[in-house]
């Protein structure tokens, strides 16, 4: 009891060597899916999956940015200006790149392979991630089915019939018809 009230309070932002606040309000019950496989759908929304599909994409964009930088873009310039005998002078230009081979042009070949490595690095960070949440939510499933089926175990009247029994014998210790040994082992 005391590990789980530490565990809450460190959830709860509080010091976990402290007490807990008073509950106010009745505790109802969380709405928790009764089918394993909605739970497993429910956990693919985690915060942290979110995460690594956006680094996957970040990944993907720069690598199709530096894909599209290795073929130069042609350029047109236009000018006007006045040169220094106060001529007007109205010009233009188009300009095509050629790029150059490997050895004597850029390529982008070791950035794009770069690219390449993150992308399958951040798909593989995000399946490990989707097992891990998958296993999670699978056994959080169970627990919570094991524990509702140990606490449907128990009758309604279990409680109210084991205070009853527990009073009988305090009233026959009392009386002293029942010695405390033949209680204790009852």
Not at 70 to 93: H, K
Not at 158 to 172: K, N, W
């Amino acid at each position: 009891l005391r590990a789980a009230e530490a565990r809450l309070a460190s959830a709860l932002g509080l010091d976990p060597a402290g007490s807990l606040p008073d509950v106010i309000g009745d505790l109802t019950p969380v709405d928790v899916p009764e089918d394993l496989a909605v739970s497993t759908q429910s956990a693919a929304a985690r915060p942290e999956l979110a995460q690594q599909r956006a680094q996957t994409e970040q990944a993907q964009a720069e690598l199709a940015l530096l894909k599209r930088g290795r073929v130069p873009s042609p350029a047109l310039s236009i000018f006007a200006q006045t040169d220094g005998f106060n001529e007007r002078v109205i010009g233009g230009g188009l300009s095509m790149p050629i790029p150059l081979p490997f050895p004597l042009g850029r390529t982008n070949k070791g950035e794009i392979d770069s690219a390449r490595a993150r992308i399958d690095e951040s798909s593989a960070r995000l399946a490990s991630t989707q097992r891990r949440v998958t296993l999670e939510a699978t056994a959080a499933f169970h627990d919570y089915e094991a524990h509702k089926s140990a606490a449907n175990a128990y009758r309604p009247d279990a409680e109210s019939s084991a205070r009853a029994s527990l009073d009988t014998l305090a009233s026959e210790i009392e009386r002293g018809t029942l010695p405390v040994r033949d209680a204790l082992l009852s």
